[in-house]
């Protein structure tokens, strides 16, 4: 395989570098092993071989059998064992495309790619069929080859020409390649035949005894016709090869390419008469040698730009593999668990330490059933619905929960804390699901003591403050038969007190049983209408300061535990007589629906910014600003009415208008009978 390196986002992965590769113009592959396995080939490299694309993943030489015999594997093999780049050009393979078995020429490469210890793990190969250049190549040479013969005859027929004019005019019409003949200083044409006036675009009576110095007329481009005059002048024969000429049509201007000969012609006593001119057309050719060497020159570019990714990615490799031991560093001083569920076989993977909690050896594997049942009886049935939850289609993915697992070999079982994110594809299917997990077993401990003791000290100070309201109420009985009004008020007073500390105890005992899973439900049917009224008329006799108005629903009944759904709607007013001033009014509403009934205790107070209505409902929260230093509470009122209303099957939220006041609302669901 290509060098795995894992990478930042802001790198190119291996996938990207070759959708790279196969973009090249250049015929471009990849080898590894010593065995040359092809790892990648571009569409141009698997033409070169004749195959398709079913050759990646094979050996060369079984990819490609017409290789055996030729000596390209065995100089794989060589750059593979060596590291050393070996460049070839001009050399011929035999190749069978098209069911033929065909010779080709190829300009190549084989480079060895090397990571960091200097160690070959791969090389590429890059090349440029140059069949047709070679045939091309041999082409001109043969024409040149004529020419040199045609300018050998030329020179030949000059020294006669005064005895054959004739003959070497009809040569000179006749010839496969144009040829003019431009006479005395003046470069008159006097002599041109159908290959130059094609080249023209002219007819020969229009240019017979032109001058193509006269610049009103032109037939040759400027440049050119410096030098056919610098020839006469110096009687120094040009040549040129592959030469860009504008042809000046009288119509536009056409760019072509030609070998060039400018002759000079003497006559008997070596005096200049005029200037013989010989043009091939080599366009083609030109062109395509210089798409070659534009080829070449891109593929020169793309392999210092892939040098140079390699180079960036070799860096990034070593500061990933520093962060990854920073990172497992962090991990096993934190005591972190490590896990990952593959989601295809529902089998667990993870850290050494997640292993060890769940008595497993380093080499061992888990599946999500065996997990099942390992977790604590108690805990099952809300791990497996957390896991469900996350995995659901269209969820935020967040998985969060507590348990316990009963360690093979451990008497008592570890407390566990789990999280995780799992994530989807664009059609909403889990992809992947992993995460962490913490060993909380001390933390768990820690709460259970300090529930029994909030349990055992909040029971014992209910004892006196029975007594102590028991005892104000007579004060108070008597107080009234005297008609002493001061007393009546201060005992009324010491009464309220007395219920508020009651209800603080009553919540702190709630909790611990909360937590400790001693709270039960006393389920029994009864009119929730008439229970918020009751509560109503309650809250109106404590406080004096804020008016209640309350919108009823029709009689509904449910079926739920009175008492505490009772403290929840206590609760709702009571927050709303705090956190409102003095005279604002109270909105208490009831709707029923088909499948549920809801209830809505509405202020005209201070107003829940969003950040804190996401917490409002956990365990001592409780918002903090100017405004709330002054109210008193711990912040455990509203958790335990959420956790009331969920034992219920409920549902409990707030909206707020921050400075605009607030609406508690909880649901409880209806028989279905």
């Not at 393979?93 to 791969?122: M, T």
Request: charged share 25%; hydrophobic share 40%.
């Amino acid at each position: 395989m290509i060098c795995q390196m894992n990478k930042p986002a802001s790198s190119l992965s291996n996938e990207e570098i070759l959708d790279i590769l196969s973009l090249s113009r250049k015929a471009t592959a990849i080898y590894t092993s010593e065995n040359i396995v092809i790892e990648f080939a571009n569409d141009q490299m698997i033409s070169f071989w004749g195959k398709d694309r079913n050759v990646i993943g094979l050996e060369l030489e079984v990819a490609v059998p017409e290789l055996k015999g030729q000596p390209f594997i065995a100089l794989l093999q060589q750059v593979w064992r060596t590291g050393n780049t070996y460049t070839a050009e001009n050399q011929s393979a035999e190749l069978r495309v098209n069911g033929k078995l065909q010779r080709f020429h190829f300009n190549f490469e084989y480079k060895a790619i090397k990571n960091e210890h200097g160690e070959v793990y791969s090389i590429l190969h890059t090349a440029t069929d140059v069949t047709q250049l070679n045939l091309a190549k041999q082409a001109l040479d043969t024409g040149l080859l004529r020419e040199q013969e045609l300018n050998r005859k030329l020179l030949s027929a000059n020294a006669s020409l005064g005895k054959s004019q004739d003959k070497f005019a009809s040569l000179v019409k006749n010839a496969p390649v144009a040829i003019t003949f431009l006479q005395g200083p003046e470069l008159l044409v006097e002599l041109v035949n159908k290959k130059m006036l094609e080249i023209w675009g002219r007819r020969e009576e229009q240019v017979i005894n032109l001058s193509i110095l006269d610049e009103t007329n032109p037939l040759i481009d400027p440049e050119q016709v410096r030098l056919i005059n610098r020839v006469y002048e110096t009687q120094d024969p040009y040549y040129g090869f592959s030469v860009k000429i504008n042809i000046l049509s009288p119509f536009s201007v056409i760019t072509r390419y030609f070998d060039l000969i400018y002759e000079p012609v003497l006559d008997v006593e070596n005096e200049v008469i005029g200037v013989m001119i010989v043009a091939t057309d080599v366009t083609e050719h030109s062109l395509s040698f210089q798409r070659e060497q534009s080829l070449a020159e891109e593929l020169t570019a793309s392999n210092n730009e892939l040098a140079a990714i390699n180079e960036e990615m070799h860096a990034s490799n070593e500061e990933l593999n520093r962060r990854e031991d920073q990172l497992q560093f962090i991990i096993d001083a934190a005591e972190i668990g490590i896990w990952d569920l593959d989601l295809r076989n529902l089998q667990l993977s993870g850290n050494d330490r997640f292993k060890s909690w769940l008595g497993l050896s380093e080499q061992d594997a888990i599946s999500l059933s065996e997990l099942y049942k390992v977790i604590h009886k108690d805990d099952y049935a809300h791990v497996s619905s957390a896991i469900k939850e996350a995995l659901r289609e269209h969820s935020s993915g967040k998985f969060n929960v507590e348990f316990q697992l009963n360690i093979p070999g451990e008497l008592l079982p570890r407390y566990i804390a789990a999280k995780g994110k799992a994530s989807f594809n664009i059609q909403q299917q889990p992809l992947k699901f992993s995460g962490t997990m913490m060993d909380i077993t001390e933390r768990k401990q820690d709460e259970l003591r300090k529930n029994d003791f909030i349990g055992m000290v909040s029971h014992e100070l209910k004892t006196p403050l029975t007594s102590l309201n028991g005892y104000s109420q007579i004060l108070q009985s008597r107080a009234k038969k005297n008609q002493d009004e001061f007393s009546v008020n201060a005992l009324k007073k010491i009464g309220t007190q007395v219920s508020k500390m009651t209800a603080l105890i009553n919540g702190f005992l709630n909790i611990s049983r909360l937590e400790s899973g001693k709270i039960h439900l006393e389920k029994k049917k009864f009119n929730l209408d008439e229970l918020i009224a009751e509560n109503i008329k309650e809250s109106e006799l404590l406080t004096e300061t804020h008016q209640i108005l309350f919108t009823p629903c029709p009689p509904v009944e449910v079926e739920a535990d009175k008492d505490k759904i009772s403290s929840v709607i206590t609760n709702f007013i009571s927050n709303a007589v705090k956190y409102s001033p003095a005279g604002k009014l109270i909105e208490i509403q009831c709707e029923v629906s088909p499948s549920e009934v809801r209830v809505g205790v509405k202020d005209h107070g201070m107003g829940i910014k969003k950040e804190d209505s996401e917490r409002l409902f956990e365990r001592f929260y409780r918002v903090r600003n100017g405004q709330t230093q002054l109210i008193s509470g711990f912040g455990i009122g509203l958790y335990l009415s959420a956790e009331i209303v969920k034992s219920h099957s409920g549902k409990i939220w707030v909206e707020s208008i921050p400075g605009e006041g607030s609406t508690f609302f909880f649901t409880l669901p209806l028989s279905s009978t």
